[in-house]
């Protein structure tokens, strides 16, 4: 049988002594192996196993459900939250209204070129927001994560160093192995036809696209929240408010 992963977490109500080891023997004893694990959050344990026989995870969870000093909250196969959080120590922050949009402060940069690298690490069409203000991080955070994933990143248009709007792109840069890095901002107010055209045709293709300042993007374009696969939102400090108001279209975003 194909060997599988599980992601487990559960809540302690009572750390006495031994009680970790009492949870691995009896995993030892069901063939169940510990790959990662870790605390998640404050008195709740994360972990990460691996075994080949799904029953032997049932038979877990109903024997874990019967330790009165412990409730298990998750066991399911692992989400890509779920392995930063054992990997990080703490889940990354979600919009409770929009499960799309993952929240992140600068302090975690860490944190966030883990998840933009395992995105990045995914195949085919992805179409990425990324929400901040200026200076926060929000490029570097996308090329390292590119660097994390073995991706190449290309910039389409972007003011990291100087305004770049790219009109043409050589045959190595249009690889699907390239992230493509698009500032919102430039490709829609500061371009031409040009860079138009190839914008489009960029979109078009089955790779992955980062888009920073997307909510600027698609109020000038034809595309909408649909075609975003995933919101990142950016931060100096947790109750930092996003907005455009004050931004000048001379300045670097």
Request: aromatic share 8%; charged share 30%; net charge negative.
């Amino acid at each position: 049988m194909e060997t599988r992963q599980w992601y487990m977490e559960y809540k302690i109500y009572k750390n006495r002594p031994g009680l970790l080891g009492d949870i691995a023997s009896l995993m030892g004893m069901l063939d169940i192996n510990i790959v990662t694990i870790n605390g998640v959050e404050d008195k709740t344990r994360g972990l990460l196993l691996q075994t080949n026989d799904e029953e032997k995870i049932e038979l877990l969870g109903k024997m874990l459900r019967k330790v009165d000093n412990i409730t298990v909250n998750k066991l399911r196969e692992p989400t890509l939250v779920d392995i930063l959080a054992v990997r990080h120590g703490r889940y990354i922050e979600r919009d409770s209204d929009d499960r799309k949009t993952f929240r992140f402060v600068r302090n975690e940069l860490g944190l966030l070129v883990d998840f933009l690298g395992e995105i990045f690490k995914k195949e085919g069409n992805q179409v990425i927001g990324l929400r901040g203000m200026p200076r926060v991080g929000k490029t570097e955070s996308i090329i390292a994560g590119s660097v994390c994933s073995n991706k190449r990143w290309t910039f389409v248009s972007s003011t990291l160093l100087r305004q770049t709007v790219r009109s043409q792109l050589s045959e190595d840069e249009m690889g699907p192995n390239n992230i493509f890095i698009i500032d919102g901002i430039i490709s829609t107010v500061r371009s031409n036809e040009k860079h138009h055209s190839l914008l489009q045709e960029i979109m078009k293709m089955p790779v992955t696209k980062v888009i920073e300042h997307p909510d600027i993007f698609m109020r000038e374009t034809e595309y909408t929240y649909d075609d975003f696969n995933v919101f990142v939102e950016l931060r100096n400090t947790p109750d930092e408010e996003i907005t455009y108001d004050n931004f000048t279209y001379d300045e670097p975003f």
